[in-house]
């Protein structure tokens, strides 16, 4: 089983592979997600967990996602299932990549209508419709877009057709172009952003909020909400990364390129929170806002700075371009998977999978206005979905993968990829057998069952 290549193409280079993978894990996650629950969880003792999970149990799993994409140059069902084969197992094993494109396929249709808001809101920030709000009004403005389902969908339609378009267009014309110039672009608005985050005056409040470590302040809930964040945050139990390994080259070394990917990562979130607490700070409001806290209070703190329309705008194009390059990699395995398994064109299965993300996305917009009243387990569809994929199917996909790449492949060919020095890759094994299964599991079990 040693293909050269994927029949989908190759990354141009070792760092281009680095950027895609950090354009798919650096997404609403870090810039939405991470900072409000940051100040949900008190700051800075969550932010040590957080990169003690990213470490101990992310990066573990993302090398192992990288070598099996690698080895089999293939969709991940068909990764799966080879290496599989190739150790003396059963090829059943491909399950995961089924769960996983699943996954990718539910997180796409709530994750675009967000990606829709973000659209939305790079307009009303453009155009000066934010300027001066309180937060009343605000808060008013968010309620009243949520409950317009045909401006939701105009631009959850909008987001789908721009991700649906790189995907179609292939690796390299696509994703390779994409990430090429968007990835730059995204890290220099990010410091632009943290250079205006130093002027406001909140700055020092900001630094202090986040790496002040008091550990007084950390509860479990908040322990086990790292843990899980991390996994999202880095795209892992769901073949993203499996998929965007297949096509690295063979000669660079996993483990460094990896470490790259999950420093990249934590960088980008780190920088986030920098450059949105000075200002949540500079204007007097709480950090621990909550999911509004980019949509609301920031819009109202921006409305009220110097050149805060011009910034605001750059801070949502930032968030969009972020949120676009996830929702490409949210993509990409099915794609694959369509294209190899039943010879369909890159354009048909990118256009075909694009219309059900696309219509499963409407029950999800429509979750906030004409179907709220459809609930499951309690939850309207965006939350449900948001719920299933982020604290279970991902924790789930991440321990199989795990005990996949400690159990079952033969650690000859795990190395033989890894290419690791015999104690790291030992360390390595154990994560993969143990370490990060169990923590993943206690995550899950709490998770599943919150403590009070
Ligand atoms: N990592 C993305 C984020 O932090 O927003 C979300 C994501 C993208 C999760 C792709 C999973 C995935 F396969």
């Known amino acids: 089983m040693k293909n050269k290549t994927s029949i989908q193409g190759s990354w141009a ?11 798919s894990a650096v997404g609403l996650g870090n810039i939405w997600k991470f900072p409000y629950i940051t100040g949900e969880n008190g700051g800075g003792a969550f932010v040590l967990v957080y990169l003690a999970c990213i470490l101990l149990v992310g990066i573990p799993i993302m090398m192992a996602e990288v070598f099996i994409g690698r080895r089999a140059r293939k969709n991940p069902i068909n990764a799966l299932s080879d290496l599989a084969e190739e150790s003396e197992g059963t090829r059943k094993w491909g399950i995961i990549g089924v769960m996983g494109m699943l996954s990718g396929v539910l997180i796409f249709s709530f994750y675009s209508v967000v990606g829709g808001w973000v659209l939305h809101y790079i307009i009303a920030m453009l155009t000066g419709d934010m300027a001066n709000v309180t937060s009343d009004q605000a808060g008013d ?31 390299n ?44 302040q950390l509860t479990w809930n908040a322990a086990l909400i790292a843990l899980g964040h991390s996994f999202f945050t880095l795209s892992l139990g769901m073949g993203t990364i499996m998929a965007y ?25 780190l920088v986030a929170g920098l450059a949105i607490f000075p200002v949540i700070f500079a204007n007097g409001m709480d950090p621990a806002a909550g999911p509004g806290l980019m949509f609301i209070s920031l819009p109202v703190a921006f409305g009220q700075m110097p050149f805060g329309q011009l910034f605001g705008t750059l801070f949502f194009v930032l968030v969009g371009v972020a949120a676009w390059t996830s929702a490409i990699s949210l993509l990409e395995p099915t794609v694959a998977f369509l294209v190899e398994r039943f010879k369909m064109k890159r354009i ?12 499963l996305g409407i029950a999800c917009l429509g979750s906030f206005n004409f179907m709220s009243d459809v609930t499951f387990f309690g939850k309207n569809t965006f939350d449900f979905l948001d719920y299933i994929t982020a604290n279970i199917m991902l924790p789930l996909g991440g321990i199989l ?52």
Do not use: C
């Open 141 to 171: 403005a968010f309620g009243a877009l949520l409950a317009n389902p045909m401006t939701l969908l105009g631009w959850h339609t909008l987001f789908s057709i721009m991700t649906i378009v790189v995907v179609a267009a292939g690796i």
């Open 348 to 359: 048909t299965a990118s256009i075909g999978l694009g219309l059900v993300v696309w219509a």
């Open 401 to 452: 993968i795990a005990l996949f790449a400690g159990w079952v492949v033969k650690d000859k060919f795990a190395q033989d990829e890894l290419n690791l020095s015999s104690t790291v890759f030992k360390l390595w094994n154990v994560s993969m057998k143990f370490t990060a299964p169990v923590a993943i599991a206690i995550v899950l079990y709490f998770l599943i069952n919150p403590l009070q």
């Open 173 to 216: 014309k696509g994703i390779e172009t994409a990430t090429r110039i968007m990835m730059p672009a995204l890290f220099v608005l990010l410091i632009v952003l943290l250079g205006y985050a130093m002027t406001t005056g909140g700055f020092a409040q900001g630094w202090d909020f986040m790496f002040h470590f008091d550990f007084g």
């Open 13 to 23: 280079s070792r760092w281009i592979f680095i950027l895609a993978a950090t354009g």
């Open 245 to 269: 390994g297949s096509y690295m080259t063979k000669n660079a070394s996993i483990g460094k390129t990896v470490l790259t990917i999950g420093a990249l990562d934590t960088v980008v979130a």
